[in-house]
């Protein structure tokens, strides 16, 4: 069975940080690029980044470059989020997504993704 498990999401004052687990089963890790998405309530899903397990390849959206840093445990297959300087917009539930192909564009289409995980809930006070 397929499971991708978040973790680490909660609440943070506006300028700190959080790192978010995502934990993966079922299937083999290193075939895989893992990504985060998040999605604020009344907003559609949009991607935050990804990374090839196979080469540790990165991508990141615009918006959270140089705030946000992914990077990957093969060994654990577990997938990680730092997120720092976090504003009150940074407010989703976070997901994270398997798909069967290398990270990268794939971040902005979530309909291609293959696996779900079923969120953590971050929020931001201002």
């Known amino acids: 069975e397929v499971q991708l498990v978040e973790s680490g999401g909660g609440l943070v004052q506006a300028g700190g940080s959080l790192r978010l687990s995502c934990a993966a089963s079922?299937?083999?890790?290193?075939?895989?690029?893992i990504g985060w998405f998040r999605q604020a309530p009344g907003k559609e899903r949009e991607g935050v980044s990804c990374?090839?397990?196979?080469?540790?390849?990165?991508y990141y959206a615009d918006s959270e470059k140089g705030r946000f840093t992914i990077s990957s445990d093969n060994a654990k297959n577990t997938v990680y989020l730092q997120m720092n300087s976090l504003k009150p917009e940074d407010t989703a539930v976070y997901y994270c997504a398997a798909i069967l192909t290398p990270c990268g564009g794939s971040i902005y289409y979530p309909p291609l993704w293959n696996y779900w995980g079923q969120g953590t809930q971050v929020t931001v006070s201002s």
């Open positions: 990374i090839s397990s196979s080469d540790s390849n990165t």
């Open positions: 079922g299937f083999t890790f290193d075939d895989y690029a």
